[in-house]
Nanobody, 123 residues
Framework: QVHLVESGGGLVQPGGSLRLSCAAS????????MGWFRQAPGKEREFVAA????????YGADSVKGRFTISRDNAKMTVYLQMNSLKPEDTAVYYC????????????????WGQGTQVTVSS
């Protein structure tokens, strides 16, 4: 069993930066694929980024790649999403996810999900 809690969201001006954190509980964190998703009101849930337990990374939309970076600290059982050059269209609730399979995580079918943290990009 894995429990995920996101934090670090908030209000930021366009061009600003935020770092989201996802703290995990459980004894097998290092063996899980971790991912970030986001969902804006009225929009479909969108894959943002994922990282395997071996350190491999995958990113979603072209609008995200190059600005966002996923990382993890297995000792702290935490995965991060560094978001730079934020745009208003990045406004969404950001969710952390975890599962054994990279394909499952990327497809949004993870077994474990956090409750989300709100990111609002507005001047």
């Amino acid at each position: 069993q894995v429990h995920l809690v996101e934090s670090g969201g908030g209000l930021v001006q366009p061009g600003g930066s935020l770092r989201l954190s996802c703290a995990a509980s459980g004894r097998t964190f290092s063996r899980y694929v971790m991912g970030w998703f986001r969902q804006a009101p009225g929009k479909e849930r969108e894959f943002v980024a994922a990282m395997t337990w071996t350190g491999g990374t995958r990113y979603g939309a072209d609008s995200v790649k190059g600005r966002f970076t996923i990382s993890r600290d297995n000792a702290k059982m935490t995965v991060y999403l560094q978001m730079n050059s934020l745009k208003p269209e990045d406004t969404a609730v950001y969710y952390c996810a975890a599962d054994d399979s990279t394909s499952t995580v990327v497809a949004g079918r993870s077994r474990y999900w956090g409750q989300g943290t709100q990111v609002t990009v507005s001047s």
